[in-house]
Nanobody, 129 residues
Framework: QVQLVESGGGLVQAGGSLRVSCAASGYRFSTYAMAWFRQAPGKEREFVAAITRSGDRTLYADSVKGRFTISRDNAKNTVYLQMNNLKPEDTAVYYC??????????????????????WGQGTQVTVSS
């Protein structure tokens, strides 16, 4: 049974940095592509970033490109999202997700929530102005 547990959220001032983590268990982590999504109150869940199984390719939403970095450590079964130069509009609950589709980043389906069948419970990130 796939289990994803996010951590590292919190309150930070605009311009600050934060790193959130997602620890995976219950499956062979290195065989799944991983992604981060976020959802603000009253808004739909939106794609943030994705990474291939090996970590050799990444994909970002335009709104975070150049500020956020997704990475993974397959030895630790963990995926990370380093967030720099945070803005108030980055405030949301951040979720990690897993897909067994190794082509998700190539085809672009990695941007769609429907691509993923395993989700964490989320971690709150709040950016104050």
């Amino acid at each position: 049974q796939v289990q994803l547990v996010e951590s590292g959220g919190g309150l930070v001032q605009a311009g600050g940095s934060l790193r959130v983590s997602c620890a995976a268990s219950g499956y062979r982590f290195s065989t799944y592509a991983m992604a981060w999504f976020r959802q603000a109150p009253g808004k739909e869940r939106e794609f943030v970033a994705a990474i291939t199984r090996s970590g050799d390719r990444t994909l970002y939403a335009d709104s975070v490109k150049g500020r956020f970095t997704i990475s993974r450590d397959n030895a630790k079964n963990t995926v990370y999202l380093q967030m720099n130069n945070l803005k108030p509009e980055d405030t949301a609950v951040y979720y990690c997700a897993a897909t067994a589709n190794s082509w998700a980043l190539v085809t672009g389906t990695a941007r769609r929530p429907s691509e993923y069948n395993s989700w964490g419970q989320g971690t709150q990130v709040t950016v104050s102005s």
